[in-house]
T-cell receptor, first 113, second 109 residues
Framework: DTGVSQDPRHKITKRGQNVTFRCDPI?????LYWYRQTLGQGPEFLTY????????KSRLLSDRFSAERPKGSFSTLEIQRTEQGDSAMYLC???????????FGEGSWLTVV | GQQVMQIPQYQHVQEGEDFTTYCNSS?????IQWYKQRPGGHPVFLIQ?????EVKKQKRLTFQFGEAKKNSSLHITATQTTDVGTYFC?????????FGSGTRLLVRP
């Protein structure tokens, strides 16, 4: 049983560059979530998908952020024109149909220099 | 939306001592989930509480949901160094979890 997989695990980028993170949820989990976590804080909800539909987006998700889940399986989170304040761990999670336990991936660390 | 506050923010205990963290909400919660995040790791699900007054145990961990479903607690008996980490609570709000700020536990060996 593979867990939620995220790639890359670490990314260092220059301010102004675009970055993309990929998430592969647990097989057959229909809901997929993106959270952001900074040091000393709890994970902050960004957005979630049910199958391929993006059902909710946080106000934290500025227009520089876009998430997709085109076939209802893997998802990508793109950040355009990165800023230093975007430095954080981006956590992907999934949950099964009919359940509400969320299973997190190991996260993708982003450092914007 | 549903928000929770966790206290304390931080606790440093001697190995063998007990530890409790509290999760409080101003509104009635439909359920509460608890997660543990080890340093450098990702949150891992511990338990979900749904019923008013519910108490669940996992070895040395005891989870409680208040009668009014506005607060919850996690109690660890006789802490061990493996308990080190940050413990988060979060209500499930329309299929998404809204996490508290967490309680960071350090254990002195």
């Amino acid at each position: 049983d593979t867990g939620v997989s995220q790639d890359p695990r670490h990314k260092i980028t220059k301010r102004g560059q675009n970055v993309t993170f990929r998430c592969d949820p647990i097989s057959e989990h229909n809901r997929l979530y993106w959270y952001r976590q900074t040091l000393g804080q709890g994970p902050e909800f960004l957005t979630y998908f049910q199958n391929e539909a993006q059902l909710e987006k946080s106000r934290l998700l500025s227009d520089r952020f876009s998430a997709e889940r085109p076939k209802g399986s893997f998802s990508t989170l793109e950040i355009q024109r990165t800023e230093q304040g975007d430095s954080a761990m981006y956590l992907c999670a999934s949950s099964p149909r009919g359940g509400n336990t969320i299973y997190f991936g190991e996260g993708s660390w982003l450092t914007v220099v | 939306g549903q928000q929770v506050m966790q206290i304390p923010q931080y606790q440093h205990v001697q190995e063998g001592e007990d530890f409790t963290t509290y999760c409080n909400s101003s509104t009635t919660l439909s359920n509460i989930q608890w997660y543990k995040q080890r340093p450098g790791g990702h949150p891992v699900f511990l338990i979900q509480l749904v019923k008013s007054g519910e108490v669940k145990k996992q070895k040395r961990l005891t989870f409680q949901f208040g009668e009014a479903k506005k607060n919850s607690s996690l109690h660890i008996t006789a802490t061990q160094t493996t308990d080190v980490g940050t413990y988060f609570c979060g209500p499930d709000s329309s299929y998404k979890l809204i996490f508290g700020s967490g309680t960071r536990l350090l254990v002195r060996p």
